[in-house]
């Protein structure tokens, strides 16, 4: 008798230009172990040389956006011979992995947060380059309520928010709601829960019509000039202004705006 197929941990599926990534452990609350995040990896890899995929959209399944690590999981690697430490360095090192393919993607990447978004599920969030939230999401980085500071999603959430918000989550571990990541920059958009997959589908369609290498081109530049001091940052964005002045697509659409017209956009 043969066992049954088991469901796949993240499927994708293709809407028109966007590519939609689903997380698909509900019963789990989407907690990323390294089963789940090693489908999620491969996902993205595959979107990035996916040429009809121009924005990729992060949702998931069930009530829970993403519960962080898979404590369980991680538990059960107490009783190897190095009490697990192998195991863990190993798994945050698979997490840090995906979260930098994640901003150093060459499409947009937008989070749909349906619901509670906690620890590395939080950093999921906040490192994609968008994030669109039900008024019933709500986000915490608890890690510090268990003996566990969440020192790896520190890193996406001090890149999001401004110091004292991040700490406060940070030492606090309290929940934030939806409003509240809005306030704070952690999300963009709130919308109405039956009108989530709706708002996200009109962003990453607005912004799958824009010119594919321009914004190629953007999100890189954004990325690094961050990392850069001023000075360094201003010659470094000039040299990529440059170089985009030469590509195809900067010359048909100055050209279609001085002539009135709608650009065509040449084919990648």
């Known amino acids: 008798m043969s066992s049954p197929v088991s469901e796949p941990l993240a499927t994708a599926l293709h809407d028109g230009p966007v590519l939609r990534l689903t997380l698909n452990r509900a019963g789990a609350r989407n907690a990323l172990s390294a089963g789940l995040m090693a489908a999620l990896q491969a996902a993205l890899d595959a979107a990035a040389h996916d040429k009809s995929a121009r ?17 369980k999981e991680m538990t059960a690697r107490r009783r190897d011979a190095d009490k697990g430490k192998a195991a863990f360095a190993a798994l945050f090192a698979q997490c840090s992995k995906l979260m930098q393919t ?17 620890a590395a599920g939080c950093q999921l969030v906040a490192s994609c380059d968008l994030a669109v939230a039900s008024a019933e999401a709500r986000f915490a980085t608890p890690g510090v309520n268990i003996g566990l500071f969440c020192s790896t999603p520190m890193v996406a959430l001090s890149r999001n928010l401004a110091r004292k918000q991040a700490m406060e989550m940070l030492l606090t571990g309290e929940m934030v709601s939806a409003a509240q990541a809005w306030h704070m920059g952690l999300v963009n958009r709130v919308a109405k829960p039956d ?27 954004f990325y ?39 650009p065509k956009w040449p084919e990648p």
């Open 224 to 262: 690094r000039q961050l990392e850069l001091g001023l000075s360094e940052a201003y010659d470094y964005a000039s040299r990529v202004m440059t170089e985009n002045m030469l590509h195809s697509e900067a010359e048909e659409g100055i050209g279609a705006f001085l002539e009135k017209r709608e």
């Open 55 to 71: 924005v990729v959209v992060i949702a998931a399944a069930g009530a829970a956006f993403c519960a962080g690590h898979d404590l």
């Open 102 to 118: 994640i901003v150093r993607h060459p499409k947009p990447v937008i989070a749909e947060v349906q619901g509670v978004a906690t």
């Open 195 to 221: 009108a989530l997959k709706a708002e996200t589908m009109e962003l990453a369609s607005l912004i799958a019509s824009k010119p594919r290498a321009a914004v190629k081109i953007g999100k890189e530049t």
